[in-house]
């Protein structure tokens, strides 16, 4: 099996920084993307930001220029989100997600319990 922890939310004033963290376990062969989502009450989970194991990353465009994501430690395995200039409405529970495989042939896709960001006026 594999478990995701995530660290690193809290409450920041407008203008200010936090970085996230998400940190992978268990049974991993490779990693094939590690990402960031958010969710606010009532409305569907989206992309923040995601990495691949090539290095790409693809942003959402309300976050570019603001937000930057670690490329996948692979020794590690984590990724950290950095989050600069946040705006109230960045406050969401943050969700990190991990693709990879947990041997040569059997793939995980695996979410963590979420961490909540909340910025205030």
């Known amino acids: 099996q594999v478990h995701l922890v995530e660290s690193g939310g809290g409450l920041v004033q407008a203008g200010g920084s936090l970085r996230l963290s998400c940190t992978a376990s268990?049974?991993?062969?490779?990693?094939?993307?590690m990402g960031w989502y958010r969710q606010v009450p009532g409305k569907q989970r989206e992309l923040v930001a995601s990495?691949?194991?090539?290095?790409?990353?693809?942003y959402a465009d309300s976050v570019k220029g603001r937000f930057t994501i670690s490329r996948v430690n692979n020794a590690k395995n984590s990724t950290y989100l950095q989050m600069n200039s946040l705006k109230p409405e960045d406050t969401a529970v943050y969700y990190c997600n991990a693709r990879g495989y947990s041997d040569r042939y059997s793939v995980f896709d695996i979410w963590g319990h979420g961490t909540q960001v909340t910025v205030s006026s």
């Open positions: 990495t691949n194991s090539g290095g790409g990353t693809d």
């Open positions: 268990g049974s991993i062969f490779s990693m094939v993307a």
